[in-house]
């Protein structure tokens, strides 16, 4: 399994990382490269994310934030749904897992409050964010267009969320069903396109999305294209903080987390480059112990995220601790990780995944080639990943049969 994951390292592990970590050395030696991966393994922490939430009353922007931050509509600290309230300055809505990704309320655009004009873009602190998305109900408005054209006039991103499509679809919904579905889509979206060409603007990224499916139409793939849409650090930022949201984000998740194992690995790579098998299990414990209650939580597994799926599904909280793999997981302790560490130190598979690994980062590679440490701590790892990912498949098909 472990030799499955390592395929991939060209995938997880970017060109540019390798150079920078390889330039460090160079120029420093290997002194201190340990605070520099640790640097890198909590970087995600430090960043933030703002994303400026904007477009008409009653277009489904309250609705919106609340599917990210994971929350019900009637639960405490959402956003007000369908009260239509004027937002008079920006308001943020901080996720609850991470109040460094934002997602910011903006005042409407076109009021007497706010007219079209420069002021409003310094009035919402328009440097702010890194990008925009504007949500739209119905029929493409002119302040739709204006909001559009000052975003690309000043070089920033926005991609255009057409909400509510599970209403044109029950208009339509016939005989033919997806036949026609198709249709209304592409008859959506040729409209979207037709009114920013007459803006001015081409090649604008139009999702077309129901807040109240998001595993249909185009929610998954907003989620995907935003988060591919910033650099790096701040795309395993938002990946690692959102909900389990759909198979998609689930699987970026696992990508973001991969990435990371690879990092923490070097890490205990680099500080137990000592060659006697066992010596430094025990300080790499603490250092997973953390990561495996940090790739819990990631992955919506953690007990409070068991509890609160228990509840929706209406199963026993014992049912998911007996049938999924985080079960075992729940309460992680030292021990139970050394003795996964000593198992898999073991095994010839660990050896093998440092090898590879040593091919592919010729001058890190030296350094953490007399280690056991780094091969059995990215086995143990990836292993906890992939198997972590499947519980959160598992429990997202199971809670979509329970709300459909
Ligand atoms: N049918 C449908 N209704 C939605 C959708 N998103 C939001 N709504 C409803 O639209 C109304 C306005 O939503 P809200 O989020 O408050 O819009 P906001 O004023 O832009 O914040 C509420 O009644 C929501 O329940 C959707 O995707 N489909
Ligand atoms: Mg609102």
């Known amino acids: 399994m472990a030799t499955a994951c390592?395929?991939?390292?060209?995938?997880?592990?970017?060109?540019?990382?390798?150079?920078?970590?390889?330039?460090?050395?160079?120029?420093?030696?290997?002194?201190?490269?340990?605070?520099?991966?640790?640097?890198?393994?909590?970087?995600w922490k430090f960043v933030q994310v703002n994303?400026?939430?904007?477009?008409?009353?009653?277009?489904?922007?309250?609705?919106?934030?609340?599917?990210i931050r994971g929350l019900n509509d009637w639960d405490q600290g959402a956003a007000e749904v369908g009260t239509g309230d004027v937002t008079r300055s920006p308001r943020p809505y901080r996720h609850p897992r991470n109040d460094s990704?934002?997602?910011?309320?903006?005042?409407?655009?076109?009021?007497?409050?706010?007219?079209?004009?420069?002021?409003?873009?310094?009035?919402?602190?328009?440097d702010r964010y890194d990008f925009f998305l504007i949500f739209s109900d119905g029929s493409f408005s002119e302040t739709d267009s204006w909001l559009a054209r000052q975003i690309a006039r000043?070089?920033?991103?926005?991609?255009?969320?057409?909400?509510?499509?599970?209403?044109?679809?029950?208009?339509?919904?016939?005989?033919?069903?997806?036949?026609?579905?198709?249709?209304?889509?592409?008859?959506?979206?040729?409209?979207?396109q037709r009114n920013f060409r007459l803006t001015g603007l081409t090649d604008v990224q139009v999702f077309i999305v129901s807040h109240f499916e998001t595993d249909k139409?185009?929610?998954?793939?907003?989620?995907?294209?935003?988060?591919?849409?910033?650099?790096?650090?701040?795309?395993?930022?938002?990946?690692?903080s959102i909900g389990p949201l759909s198979r998609n984000v689930i699987k970026e998740k696992r990508k973001a987390l991969q990435r990371r194992a690879y990092t923490v690995s070097l890490l205990s790579?680099?500080?137990?480059?000592?060659?006697?098998?066992?010596?430094?299990?025990?300080?790499?414990?603490?250092?997973?112990l953390e990561e495996i209650t940090h790739y819990l939580k990631t992955f919506g597994l953690d007990s409070d995220s068991l509890k609160h799926l228990a509840n929706k599904t209406g199963k026993k909280i014992?049912?998911?601790?007996?049938?999924?793999?985080?079960g075992k997981l729940l309460l992680p302790t030292k021990k139970l990780i050394i003795d996964t560490l000593v198992k898999y130190a073991t095994e010839h598979a660990a050896e093998s995944v440092a090898k590879q690994f040593v091919k592919l980062l010729p001058i890190i590679g030296q350094i953490i080639s007399g280690s056991v440490s780094y091969?059995?701590?990215?086995?143990?790892?990836?292993?906890?990943?992939?198997?972590?990912?499947?519980?959160?498949?598992?429990?997202f098909d199971e809670v979509l049969r329970c709300t459909t």
């Open 101 to 126: 990704l934002v997602l910011w309320d903006l005042p409407g655009v076109g009021t007497p409050l706010f007219p079209k004009n420069e002021q409003y873009l310094k009035r919402i602190h328009f």
């Open 6 to 43: 390592v395929d991939r390292t060209c995938d997880v592990v970017s060109e540019e990382e390798i150079r920078e970590l390889e330039y460090y050395i160079k120029k420093h030696g290997v002194k201190r490269i340990d605070e520099v991966l640790k640097q890198k393994v909590h970087a």
């Open 217 to 240: 139409w185009d929610f998954e793939l907003l989620l995907h294209t935003v988060c591919s849409s910033l650099p790096e650090i701040k795309r395993s930022m938002m990946m690692l």
């Open 375 to 395: 091969g059995t701590t990215l086995y143990l790892l990836l292993d906890t990943i992939q198997k972590l990912e499947a519980d959160a498949i598992q429990v």
């Open 154 to 192: 000043k070089s920033k991103r926005f991609f255009f969320v057409r909400t509510k499509v599970d209403d044109d679809m029950k208009n339509v919904r016939g005989d033919e069903g997806s036949v026609i579905e198709e249709d209304v889509l592409k008859r959506i979206h040729n409209d979207c």
């Open 269 to 288: 790579g680099v500080a137990g480059a000592i060659p006697i098998p066992g010596l430094d299990l025990a300080a790499d414990a603490s250092v997973l």
């Open 51 to 67: 994303i400026g939430i904007m477009g008409e009353c009653a277009t489904g922007k309250s609705t919106f934030i609340n599917r």
């Open 318 to 326: 014992d049912y998911y601790v007996n049938t999924l793999n985080a």
